[in-house]
């Protein structure tokens, strides 16, 4: 069964320019779930999609955004970059957004802005 | 609010000693925790849950909610055990799978 899968993996984009990550879960799991991990603040919680809604959200600015299509993938985007959003994006998934159901993580998106 | 903390940043022991990686929470409730763990140039991928009780790759973790720590232990490290350990706290279960982590630890093994 194949993991997380999450394009692309490097991105380098400049300040003001907006940016799509995509995340496709592993077959059949629906919840997914995105962080930011950087070595200062270590891995934050960003938002959690299921069955295309957004179930709950971290303590981002609205430039964070994302949604979920009817087959369970995911995108996250950034708008208006800025130097601090520099990080590794993760997406998880499980097959739903019980808190026992233990997250599946992908390799993640290493976003660098200039 | 709830919180999970890793006080050591990095860990470094001998081959064949005990480890004992640290974790403190803050929660109110009855919490469910987990180990997870990133090898290098591997994802996050999880290790344990203290629901399960568990004992992977040697590794164990008990629930102690005196002392509100979940600590993860091994009586005798392998060099294959290098790596960085995140300890993990889901939110309320009415907010989904939100997990709010620690800062992590990295666990050095040497010969």
């Not at chain 1, 380098?12 to 995509?22: A, D, E, N, P, Y």
């Not at chain 2, 973790?61 to 005196?66: I, P, R, T």
């Not at chain 2, 600590?71 to 490290?77: E, G, N, Q, R, V």
Request: aromatic residues 12%.
């Amino acid at each position: 069964k194949a993991g997380v899968t999450q394009t692309p993996r490097y991105l380098i984009k400049t300040r003001g320019q907006q940016v799509t990550l995509s995340c496709s879960p592993i077959s059949g799991h629906r919840s997914v779930s995105w962080y930011q991990q950087t070595p200062g603040q270590g891995l934050q919680f960003l938002f959690e999609y299921f069955s295309e809604t957004q179930r709950n959200k971290g303590n981002f600015p609205g430039r964070f955004s994302g949604r979920q299509f009817s087959n369970s993938r995911s995108e996250m985007n950034v708008s208006t970059l800025e130097l601090g959003d520099s990080a590794l994006y993760l997406c998880a998934s499980s097959w739903s957004p019980g808190s026992h159901q233990p997250q599946h993580f992908g390799d993640g998106t290493r976003l660098s802005i200039l | 609010a709830q919180r999970v903390t890793q006080p050591e940043k990095l860990l470094s022991v001998f081959k064949g000693a005990p480890v004992e990686l640290k974790c403190n929470y803050s929660y109110s409730g009855s919490p469910e925790l987990f180990w997870y763990v990133q090898y290098s140039r591997q994802r996050l991928q999880l290790l344990l849950r203290h629901i399960s009780r568990e004992s992977i790759k040697g590794f164990t973790a008990d629930l102690n909610k005196g002392e509100t720590s979940f600590h993860l232990k091994k009586p005798f490290a392998q060099e294959e055990d290098s790596a960085m350990y995140y300890c993990a706290l889901p939110t309320l279960y009415n907010q989904g799978g939100k997990l709010i982590f620690g800062q992590g630890t990295e666990l050095s093994v040497k010969p």
